[in-house]
T-cell receptor, first 112, second 118 residues
Framework: GNSVTQMEGPVTLSEEAFLTINCTYTATGYPSLFWYVQYPGEGLQLLLKATKADDKGSNKGFEATYRKETTSFHLEKGSVQVSDSAVYFC???????????FGKGTTLSVSS | NAGVTQTPKFRILKIGQSMTLQCTQDMNHNYMYWYRQDPGMGLKLIYYSVGAGITDKGEVPNGYNVSRSTTEDFPLRLELAAPSQTSVYFC?????????????????FGAGTRLSVL
């Protein structure tokens, strides 16, 4: 079946550090992939997406590339800010297009 | 533009009580979803709906019921609350998903309802 595996958190970084959050998936076919972000006390917001192999999603300085050969969709940012502190979820869309399958989430804490 | 609105934000129930979590969207989306988020876990799909009058079970439907009488509203009903239903509940909506692999199914989430069953 479909599943998403994210690196365990929490991830603690200083401001301006480089961020990588690993995400790998298991799925039938080539699902659309997403990163969602959840700020404290809020719902999930779409951060970026990719729909086919080698696509790169990007938004707010974050990037992730759809790697079919490694079934991965790692999230990266070159220089994090305190305001990036949040929980990040990797997700895939099931083949029927009816549901998102989420990873467990990775908590990022950035200090100044 | 309100997007997806959930009420209430917080609720405490006693075991065996019932309640309805409300969800409304003003984006004219066909698809709506209910997820639950347990501590340290990702979201799990409870029920979803592809349009008014049509609902289907997700991964964890037991103990819940839904209805979809209008495009805008998708309430979630707990009939006999149990401690295992203590969680944060999120409603989401999206446009018609299109074919698999399509980017159309971007889900928009409400702010959540934090429910404790004691």
């Amino acid at each position: 079946g479909n599943s998403v595996t994210q690196m365990e958190g929490p991830v603690t970084l200083s401001e301006e550090a480089f961020l990588t959050i690993n995400c790998t998936y298991t799925a039938t076919g080539y699902p659309s992939l997403f990163w969602y972000v959840q700020y404290p006390g809020e719902g999930l917001q779409l951060l970026l997406k990719a729909t086919k192999a080698d696509d790169k999603g990007s938004n707010k300085g974050f990037e992730a590339t759809y790697r079919k050969e490694t079934t991965s969709f790692h999230l990266e940012k070159g220089s994090v800010q305190v305001s990036d502190s949040a929980v990040y979820f990797c997700a895939l869309l099931n083949q029927a297009g009816t549901a998102l399958i989420f990873g467990k989430g990775t908590t990022l804490s950035v200090s100044s | 533009n309100a997007g997806v609105t959930q009420t209430p934000k917080f609720r405490i129930l006693k075991i065996g009580q019932s309640m309805t979590l409300q969800c409304t969207q003003d984006m004219n989306h066909n698809y709506m979803y209910w997820y639950r988020q347990d501590p340290g876990m990702g979201l799990k799909l409870i029920y979803y709906s592809v349009g008014a009058g049509i609902t289907d079970k997700g991964e964890v439907p037991n103990g819940y019921n839904v209805s979809r009488s209008t495009t805008e509203d998708f309430p979630l009903r707990l009939e006999l609350a149990a401690p295992s239903q203590t969680s944060v509940y999120f409603c989401a909506s999206s446009t018609t998903s299109g074919r698999p692999g399509s980017a159309k199914n971007i889900q928009y989430f409400g702010a959540g309802t934090r429910l404790s069953v004691l």
